[in-house]
C-alpha cells in the first residue's frame, strides 16, 4: 500500500524556520521524482519544489527561492523541505508528491498534507 506521511509543519512566527519531512512507503521512493505543493484557502495549489529521482536536480518556485530546500534522502524513503525566513504568505497546506514516467504509464502519489501557518 502507497503511503506519503508529511510531517513537520506547525505555528511559526514570521522570519521563523521549520522542516517538513515526507516519509514514503509501498513503492520504489528512488525511482520516483518527489515534489512539495501548497495550497491556502481560496488559491490554487502551486508546486514549491521538486527534486529529481537521484536528488542531483532541483527547482523551485520563484517565491521560495533562497528561502527553501529540497532534498532526499533514498536510504531512508523520505523528502524534506527546509524554510527558513517565513513569511505570512508562506501560510498553506503542504504536501508532498510523487511522480513518476514507466513504460509510458505515469505514476503519481500524494500525501495528506501537514499545516504550516506563519503569524506573529
Known amino acids: 500500500q502507497v503511503q506519503l506521511v508529511e510531517s513537520g509543519g506547525g505555528l511559526v512566527q514570521p522570519g521563523g524556520s521549520l522542516r517538513l519531512s515526507c516519509a514514503a512507503s509501498?513503492?520504489?521512493?528512488?525511482?520516483?521524482?518527489m515534489s512539495w505543493y501548497r495550497q491556502a484557502p481560496g488559491n490554487e495549489r502551486e508546486l514549491v519544489a521538486r527534486?529529481?529521482?537521484?536528488?542531483?536536480?532541483?527547482n523551485y518556485a520563484d517565491s521560495v527561492k533562497g528561502r527553501f530546500t529540497i532534498s532526499r534522502d533514498n536510504a531512508k524513503n523520505t523528502v524534506y523541505l527546509q524554510m527558513n525566513s517565513l513569511k505570512p504568505e508562506d501560510t498553506a497546506m503542504y504536501s508532498c508528491?510523487?511522480?513518476?514516467?514507466?513504460?509510458?504509464?505515469?505514476?503519481?502519489?500524494w500525501g495528506q498534507g501537514t499545516q504550516v501557518t506563519v503569524s506573529s
Open positions: 508528491n510523487a511522480d513518476r514516467r514507466w513504460m509510458g504509464k505515469a505514476y503519481n502519489y
Open positions: 509501498g513503492f520504489t521512493f528512488s525511482s520516483y521524482a
Open positions: 527534486i529529481t529521482s537521484a536528488g542531483a536536480g532541483t
